[in-house]
């Protein structure tokens, strides 16, 4: 059914949809010598266990050079690949061993991201119908249990950047792609959680429940509720979480999805808009945040990095200026007696004035976001003339205004709503109550990342954000350097 390659430690299969000019139904072997890329490969270790662990490493990169996406991993110790014969598979027993190496694996596999590492485990078995709690992670059990996929969002709202969290339905077609390639003879029901408990409180028919060494107080927790409502005890069984060995001071030592979502920080997301419109060689970036996100701060790291900073609240400040743009129509539309003494327009009269009107609200912004547009763009012609490539359109209201029009990517900053409302106190001497009111009227921090190209996050110490965005500066360059635009 596929082509294994001479290679001691590699085969990879090739779907036939990747390989232009062959004829339906042709696979053909690829060693690691092989400078293609393809979308998915079959790496079969062959090698017995012990002396393999120790060159895991290098033969992980090298397949990570082949393989851009998926990559079968088929555990055949002792298989030989000589001689003409198609090798047949013959099964593994889940030793402690085994169950360490494929722990090892997963941990070595971390350092390729690009990578969705997936062990087929159908040759793979246990001695007993239920293995005794053992210090490794295993995946394979005799009789597989029903496997839930979780959407439970807990009331304190402890999820690390909960905007960056895959979609229920993607995180479900995954997930489902996986147990099928893993073991195709598997049954599961992927049910979402709608309660703490989920079927595991409730479910009559359930024997035991999978948990880590993080969960097991829950699955203690889940019990005690099935005891309450007049259900048996489930068995726990309990899995050791994989180390991260790469991981950050500042992130989990566990291979985990918070840790995924802090390295998305940075990256490109989406692609990025094309704007021939804008100054030629000018590469735009609109930032924005919720208010206490930390953007300013953001603004001014890259400026220290040579960007062009564009203040959309001192252009404002021009704007509503008695020579300024806004000046006149502003006094029209809502009076003389938003005025100070000296014809300087009161700010905070004025504020009151629409806050929590949206007629009024959108009567002042179809005056003045038209208005601080025209002065963006002429702070970009000032920002060639400087001979700057990169220019960063500080503006908290860049997505409500329609500024994104103007700019090649938006960069979002994210915090959580509490710390948002925690900074809005200490800096600007409001109440808990007035900096909520503040949040609420803007766009949430998940609306604003949906509509974004990079997030960044000032959550953790001031040289965590400086390497976060060192890092998508760099990134940055990387992607002008690519643009025609930006070298024109």
Known sequence: MFGLSRFPYLGVVVPKAVLPGRRSGSLRGWCLGSMAVFQSGLLVLTTPLASLAPRLAPILTSAARLVNH?????????????????????????????????????????????????????????????????????????????????????????????????????????????????????????????????????????????????????????????????????????????????????????????????????????????????????????????SGSGKSSIAQRLKGLGAFVIDSDHLGHRAYAPSGPAYQPVVEAFGTDILHKDGIINRKILGSRVFGNKKQMKILTDIVWPVIAKLAREEMDLAVAEGKDVCVIDAAMLLEAGWQNMVHEVWTVVIPETEAVRRIVERDGLSEAAAQSRLQSQMSGQQLVDQSHVVLSTLWEPHVTQLQVEKAWNLLQKRISKTPQARD
């Open 70 to 290: 998926t990559l079968y991993v088929h555990l055949q110790p002792g298989m030989s690949l000589e001689g003409p014969a198609q090798p047949q598979s013959s099964p593994v027993q889940a030793t402690f061993e085994v169950l360490d190496f494929i722990a090892h694996l997963y941990a070595g596999a971390n350092l390729h991201r690009h990578l969705d590492v997936r062990i087929l485990l159908t040759n793979i078995q246990t001695k007993s119908a239920f293995l005794p709690p053992l210090p490794s992670s295993v995946q394979n059990l005799a009789h597989p249990p029903e496997v839930v996929l979780t959407d439970f969002q807990t009331l304190d709202g402890s999820k690390l950047l909960p905007e960056l969290l895959q979609p229920y339905a993607e995180r479900v077609e995954h997930l489902s792609e996986f147990l099928v390639d893993i073991k195709p003879s598997l049954t599961f029901d992927v049910i979402p959680l709608l309660d703490p408990y989920g079927p595991a409180g409730s479910d009559p028919s359930l024997e035991f429940l999978v948990v880590s060494e993080e969960t097991y107080r829950g699955g203690m927790a889940a019990n005690r509720f099935r005891l309450e409502n007049d259900l048996e005890e489930l068995a726990l069984y309990q899995i050791q979480l994989v180390k991260d060995e790469s991981h950050e001071q500042h992130e989990e030592e566990k291979v985990s999805s918070s840790n995924s979502r802090q390295r998305l920080l940075g990256k490109l997301l989406r692609p990025p808009n094309k704007r021939p419109e804008l100054p030629s060689g000018l590469y735009v970036i609109g930032l924005t945040g919720i």
